[in-house]
């Protein structure tokens, strides 16, 4: 067990839905991570949450949102699912000490399949 | 521009030969950080190794360890004999510190396949 809680592990809707991945990260650390691995696109950066506030994102469709609350848990949100959503969706969590970083502790990972 | 790049997609050995992944990245910076990760058929990535750019001592760790130059901008990755429960997709992956994030960029990876 990593320390970072992934739920669902495996989710499958249809196209059109909506859909929330959910993320708790381990123990202290205050920055949340989100990535999308895919079948044509590999590994690729979504968005980076730190202590509730929004630090960077990448390639994150407009139909996908997130969040990070109070509690430090992270929510992603994907709506009008369409079938190339279909992925693993990782969260990992990090903390960064004297402005470097330890690296990340991925979670499981969340299986979207879009049908 | 940041890029990471693992040539080769698949690599079939037989077990107890000796194997090595290749990582060769793009960078501006003169601060980054360097990362293998395992991904096994059960699907979680499990972190191998980190090294930050001003380190450039190679580390071994068992049956693995990592050749990282920087004259070559190659991160290299060896089992020396290996298993097949080495089996597994690696990743490499490159994260430099830019306002207070540090996202990765990953490699598309290297399936390694290890027979009896």
């Known amino acids: 067990d990593s320390g970072v809680t992934q739920t669902p592990k495996h989710l499958i809707t249809a196209t059109g839905q909506r859909v929330t991945l959910r993320c708790s990260p381990r123990s202290g650390d205050l920055s949340v991570y989100w990535y999308q691995q895919s079948l044509d696109q590999g590994l690729q950066f979504l968005i980076h949450?730190?202590?509730?506030?929004?630090?960077a994102k990448g390639n994150i469709l407009e139909r996908f949102s997130a969040q990070q609350f109070p509690d430090l848990h992270s929510e992603l949100n994907l709506s009008s699912l369409e079938l190339g959503d279909s992925a693993l969706y990782f969260c990992?969590?990090?903390?960064?000490?004297?402005?470097?970083?330890?690296?990340?502790?991925f979670g499981s990972g969340t299986r979207l399949t879009v049908v | 521009a940041q890029k990471v790049t693992q040539a080769q997609t698949e690599i079939s050995v037989v077990e107890k030969e000796d194997v090595t992944l290749d990582c060769v990245y793009e960078t501006r910076d003169t601060t980054y950080y360097l990362f293998w990760y395992k991904q096994p058929p059960s699907g979680e990535l499990v972190f191998l190794i980190r090294r930050n750019s001003f380190d450039e001592q190679n580390e071994i760790s068992g049956r693995y360890s990592w050749n990282f130059q920087k004259s070559t901008s190659s991160f290299n990755f060896t089992i020396t004999a290996s298993q097949v429960v080495d089996s597994a997709v690696y990743f490499c992956?490159?994260?430099?510190?830019?306002?207070?994030?540090?996202?990765?960029?990953f490699g598309t990876g290297t399936r390694l396949k290890v027979l009896a």
């Open positions: 949450y730190y202590n509730g506030e929004e630090r």
């Open positions: 990992a969590s990090s903390v960064v000490v004297k402005g470097h970083s330890g690296g990340y502790t």
């Open positions: 992956a490159l994260s430099e510190p830019f306002s207070g994030t540090y996202k990765y960029i």
